[in-house]
């Protein structure tokens, strides 16, 4: 059984740092990419930030292009989301998804429908 168990979400004021762990399990997702949606109260759910296989190329919305770093340890199977400058706009539940296509493309890696396994999110809160 495939899972993708999210942590390290929680409550920070804003100009804070969180950093999201998510580790993945039942199977391999060698060469397949990875990323992270969060989804806002009463909002779709927006593409954050995704990162290919080796880690050699990520992308970032650009409402967190600068503040927020994906990174990946495929020896354990988990990616990573530093998340720092957090802005009260960042409060959403944060969402990691694997996909199990190839690359093809960064646009691609920016929609949900390219991301096969997701795990159940986890909340992060940024007070003012």
């Known amino acids: 059984q495939v899972q993708l168990v999210e942590s390290g979400g929680g409550l920070v004021q804003a100009g804070g740092s969180l950093r999201l762990s998510c580790a993945a399990s039942?199977?391999?997702?060698?060469?397949?990419?990875m990323g992270w949606f969060r989804q806002a109260s009463g909002k779709e759910r927006e593409f954050v930030a995704a990162?290919?296989?080796?880690?050699?190329?990520?992308y970032y919305a650009d409402s967190v292009k600068g503040r927020f770093t994906i990174s990946r340890d495929n020896d354990k199977i988990t990616v990573y989301l530093q998340m720092n400058s957090l802005k009260p706009e960042d409060t959403a539940v944060y969402y990691c998804?694997?996909?199990?296509?190839?690359?093809?493309?960064?646009?691609?890696?920016?929609?949900?429908?390219?991301?096969?396994?997701w795990g159940q999110g986890t909340q992060v809160t940024v007070s003012s």
């Open positions: 039942g199977r391999s997702f060698t060469g397949y990419p």
């Open positions: 998804a694997a996909s199990t296509g190839a690359y093809s493309g960064p646009y691609s890696l920016t929609r949900a429908p390219t991301y096969a396994y």
């Open positions: 990162i290919t296989w080796r880690g050699l190329s990520s």
